[in-house]
């Protein structure tokens, strides 16, 4: 019984060593971060401390949320009034692939006397922050917090918190009142929001915490969630906890002049007094945080003007430029604190600022036959991408309103292309290839293109028509398909109006032909003289049509003696298609560069004698597919377009046919990818792959499925394993050398094809699984009297160094296990607490990495001793 109390009284001096080394100093805080590269990011956590207590941390835990820890050192610590002090940790971490992580960081514990958080000084403090991974959206760093996150209030008076957050990115942030966490990043339990007299909010949009108003003095926490947004997407949150000490006090709060949000161009000034006073007539400090302030390129000004009893002038001044065009605001948060003796209170406005992109000038149009050449001048911003132009039929008179970019979208203008540089100041509409329609007056205009893609205010409109007098082709029909007598009918619209030319004839018919839709090699095959141009057809042939695509160009001139000349020409290719033979059925896709519109496709297929062809299908789109097929027939086509150039005058509908061809469909389509899962089990050391089966749609007709695995980020993928059967969707892989690794895997059909891996590649990493115990008792009595760490095989090695309370080294060791059986010199160590460092080498998804461990191992000695559970000696 002796012994047993010995034992309890030791431990409970390790007990009172530990709650000293734990004393309690925690206030505020946040994590954010930088993305450095594609997997690895910096962050940095701030924590706001009680410099009264005894703890202080030079290093902290982090938990990344990839199942891997690291030591995170404080780089800076600034002592600030009322006992706070503001420290800064630092650290770099490659995670092991795309994901959603949340980071953790926790240390024992909150200060003492929080009003809102029970026996606040027993609860862990935390914070998290939360960060998606995903290539497609591109890097991303959290916003800046300007303002700290510490602040004083008075009983009665409104009170006013606001982070000042600054996004480097641009991304949109929002903003939400959530719970202070404890361990783990678990809401406290029991936590209460803070009284108020009124009403307690976050504004979601400007990020004011409005305490309105507070009614008992104390200390207490609060925490907001600080959201970041990308395309509509949730990319990141950060949880802010914020520590709020409430006075009673006599002393009214400064006001501020109530601010104006500003919208200007970029290169604009914007300059203002900033103007607060005190009914007490206390002095006034103004401060001001945001982005504009702490921007690279021509940052913003704030200075003192001047002051006078209970009154404080500061001016605000911010060069905008072009470098500051984004699609987001900018927050600005105005501070002012008096200096009252009793107790110092602030009033807190802010404001918002949009800079956006002056407006391409000098935008004309130079008319061809069926094209338009369009020309500007080039933007004074010599940081834009880019440039967008805008097209619509006719007129729309649009002109835009202040703060207005881009072009809205219900005046009829549609997004036509866009150049690359800001050098890139000309483009020909030829609607992408296929011609403009004659007769139509068509407006442009041009915007200029941020990084960011935001869009600058929009140039004038401008309108233009094609040049007139022109031949209207109208058809261009393959009557024969044949490689040797094929037929070919060409048609056009009289031309009109010569007289405002003028161009009196005689006239001259020039008929064209080139291979392909493309018009790049023309040859003559044809002329036509006449007096009144109404010889407006001709046959081309004999000519090879089996599988094969014309351009023809009509070109007329006015053939009068003394005064030829070119009126006008125009183009048209015949309608041809492309046979794509798949897994039974084969996909049909039209082939043509017409000056008219084809408002729909009927298909025809050739039946099984080989005398007609029947309708399939009608589609308005440039492709066809036509199903349930059998592989290793035979198919043949005829397509018919039905267009339109919507003039009056102009033959309508344009009937036109292809050639006909054919094609076999034959199994050449792959499965779809599986979607993949992993989950590693720790316990027993294997890794579990699962998917699902493919997406309905695709191919059904999978037969097996293949296994690829990479150990580290850097290897290649190999392939391990087949899974047999198509309805098996599980695999266990149990690693050699760590359980972090990289997988995919692919659908194999019944004959060969292989589809694409599953993507993306999925990446987890190591089990954290090393644990030291901290009490062992080496008294040779067959109970416990080694100290061994309970690990795996995938531990490389360790360095061990075990201490006594003196520092002196009665240990170490490479040995991941440690089998220390508390020898020294010779001798059984004296019972009492050591202190031990080690550093564990362990295969990680990135290689071999480190993970640092600390703390104390208690060694009992005594005869007989046992630790609880183990029973008595046998």
């Known amino acids: 019984m002796l012994e047993l109390r010995r034992i309890a009284v030791i431990l409970l001096i390790v007990l009172i060593v530990s709650v000293k080394g734990f004393a309690t100093h925690n206030r505020a805080g946040e994590i954010t971060y930088r993305q450095i590269s594609d997997l690895t990011f910096e962050i940095t956590i701030t924590t706001f401390t009680y410099t009264l207590s005894a703890a202080d941390r030079d290093e902290l835990t982090v938990d990344w949320g990839d199942n891997t820890t690291s030591i995170a050192p404080r780089v800076e610590q600034v002592l ?72 004083k209030a008075a009983i009665g008076h409104v009170f006013i918190h606001n982070p000042a957050a600054y996004d480097p990115d641009g991304d949109s942030i929002s903003y939400s009142r959530t719970v202070c966490l404890q361990e783990n990043g678990e809401p406290i339990a029991g936590y ?55 006075y009673k006090t006599t002393n009214i709060p400064p006001e501020n002049q109530e601010l104006t949000d500003y919208c200007v161009e970029a290169g604009t000034v914007i300059e203002f007094d900033f103007i607060s006073t005190d009914i007490d007539g206390d002095s006034i400090i103004q401060t001001a945080n945001g982005g504009p302030l702490i921007v690279e390129e021509s940052p913003a000004e704030f200075f003192y003007v001047s002051s006078e009893t209970g009154l404080s002038v500061s001016r605000f001044r911010w060069q905008t430029a072009c470098e500051h065009v984004r699609e987001r605001t900018y927050q600005v948060v105005f501070k002012a604190e008096d200096t009252n003796r009793q107790l110092s209170l602030v009033d ?107 869009e600058s205010i929009a140039s004038e409109e401008y309108c233009s028509v094609l040049v007139q007098g022109t031949p209207l082709i109208t058809n261009v029909s393959i009557t024969e398909t044949d490689e040797s007598n094929g037929s070919i009918y060409i048609a056009w619209a009289k031309p009109k109006n010569l007289d405002t030319i003028p161009a009196n004839g005689p006239y001259e018919y020039n008929i064209f032909r080139s291979p392909g839709i493309w018009g790049e090699n023309y040859s003559l095959i044809g002329t036509i003289n006449t007096d009144d141009l109404d010889d407006t057809t001709f046959v081309d042939e004999p000519v090879n049509t089996a599988g094969y695509n014309y351009s023809y160009k009509i070109e007329l001139y006015n053939d009068e003696g003394g005064n030829r000349f070119l009126i006008g020409s125009g183009e048209a290719s015949s309608l041809g298609m492309d046979i794509e033979p798949a897994d039974e059925k084969l996909s049909l896709r039209f082939i043509k560069n017409v000056p008219w519109v084809n408002l729909e496709y009927v298909i025809f297929r050739q039946d099984d004698t080989g005398m007609s062809f029947d309708s399939v299908g009608v589609t308005a789109d440039s492709l066809f597919i036509n199903y ?55 316990d027993s050391l294997y890794n579990e792959l699962t998917w699902n089966l493919p997406v309905p749609g695709c191919p059904d007709d999978v037969a097996n499925y293949k296994v690829f695995y990479k150990p580290t980020l850097e290897a290649d993928l190999e392939f391990i394993h087949t899974v047999e059967s198509p309805l098996d969707t599980v695999f266990i892989h149990y690693p050699d050398f760590s359980m ?18 599953s993507s993306p590649v999925i990446c987890v990493d190591t089990c954290n699984y090393y644990e030291i115990p901290n009490v062992f008792t080496p008294n040779n009595d067959g109970y416990n009297d080694i100290l061994r760490a309970r690990t795996t095989d995938f531990v490389v090695r360790i360095n061990m160094k075990i201490y006594s309370r003196s520092g002196a080294l009665v240990y170490e060791t490479v040995d991941p296990y440690i089998n220390w059986d508390g020898m020294y010199n010779g001798k059984y160590v004296a019972p009492g607490v050591y202190y031990y460092h080690c550093d564990v080498y ?18 009992i000695t005594e005869k007989d001793a046992r630790l609880p559970g183990e029973g008595g000696k046998k």
């Open 628 to 682: 349930g097929l059998e592989n290793g027939k035979t198919y043949c086509y005829l397509v018919k377009s039905i267009g339109t150039y919507n003039r009056p005058g102009i033959l309508d509908p344009l009937i036109n046919y292809s050639y006909e061809s054919c094609g076999i469909p034959v199994d050449n389509e792959p499965p779809c990818p599986p979607d993949l899962n992993i989950s590693s089990n720790c």
């Open 842 to 859: 362990e295969n990680r998804i990135t290689g071999v990495e480190t993970r640092h461990y600390s703390g104390f191992i208690h060694v």
């Open 348 to 454: 807190i406005d802010n404001m918002e600022i949009r800079v956006i992109g002056p407006a391409p000038d000098g935008l004309s149009a130079f008319p061809f036959s069926n094209s338009i050449s369009l020309v500007w001048n080039k933007s004074v911003c010599t940081n834009i991408a880019g440039y967008r132009l805008y097209r619509k039929a006719g007129v729309s008179g649009f002109k835009p309103d202040s703060c207005e970019i881009g072009i809205p979208p219900d005046i009829g203008y549609e997004a036509i292309g866009e150049t690359e540089s800001v050098e890139d100041t000309m483009f020909l509409d030829n609607n992408n290839g296929i011609g403009l329609m004659k007769g139509t007056e068509y407006c442009y205009i041009v915007v200029a293109l941020f990084p960011d893609g935001t």
């Open 192 to 246: 209460t929001f803070p009284p108020a007299s009124d009403t307690l909010y976050v504004d979601p949009v400007s990020g004011d915490y409005v305490w309105d108003a507070p009614v008992d003095s104390g200390k207490f926490n609060i925490a907001m969630n600080i959201e970041e947004w990308r395309n509509g997407i949730k990319i990141g949150n950060i949880v802010r906890d914020i520590q709020v000490e409430v």
């Open 740 to 757: 972090a690794g990289c997988y995919a895997i692919s659908a194999v059909d019944s004959t060969g094809n292989e589809s694409e891996l």
């Open 80 to 151: 600030l009034p009322n006992f706070y002090k503001r420290n800064k940790y630092i650290k770099e971490h490659t995670f092991p692939g795309p994901g959603v992580y949340e980071i953790i960081v926790q240390d024992p514990n909150r200060n003492f006397g929080v009003l809102n958080i029970p026996s606040s000084v027993n609860v862990i403090f935390c914070l998290k922050t939360t960060m998606m991974i995903n290539p497609s959206l591109g890097y991303n760093n959290t916003p800046v917090l300007l303002n700290p996150p510490i602040d």
